[in-house]
């Protein structure tokens, strides 16, 4: 399994990106994924999570009602759409895949990380 993320960038505060994560290797569609950041000094953070089947999804309290997770097994590939987003989330942001098929809140539960994306928001 290979993780590669891209669709980081530096957007103004209120702005939108998307992020997406393919496993370039082979297809891990039978898996939880997930997505993590980590800011500047701090530790990482869980940001959001999906089931294999898409059917559950949980996301942090910080992030709930403005990021969406979503996943396309055809074509291994994780996404993060973020909205209306703040200098708060600032961060390299990590996709994950789980070591089985339930969405997970856990960093401990994910076995493959892919090098991560830079997304700076600006105020």
């Known amino acids: 399994v290979q993780l590669v993320e891209s669709g980081g960038g530096l957007v103004q505060a209120g702005g939108s990106l998307r992020l997406s994560c393919t496993n370039s290797r082979r297809t891990s569609s039978n898996n939880g994924m997930g997505w993590f950041r980590r800011a500047p000094g701090k530790e990482r953070e869980f940001v959001a999570t999906?089931?294999?089947?898409?059917?559950?999804?949980y996301y942090a309290d910080s992030v709930k009602g403005r990021f969406t997770i979503s996943r396309d097994n055809a074509k291994n590939t994780l996404y993060l759409q973020m909205n209306s987003l703040k200098p708060e989330d600032t961060a390299v942001y990590y996709c994950a895949t789980a070591r089985g098929s339930a969405a997970s809140t856990d960093q401990y539960q994910y076995q493959y990380w892919g090098q991560g994306t830079q997304v700076t928001v600006s105020s």
């Open positions: 999906i089931a294999w089947r898409g059917g559950v999804k």
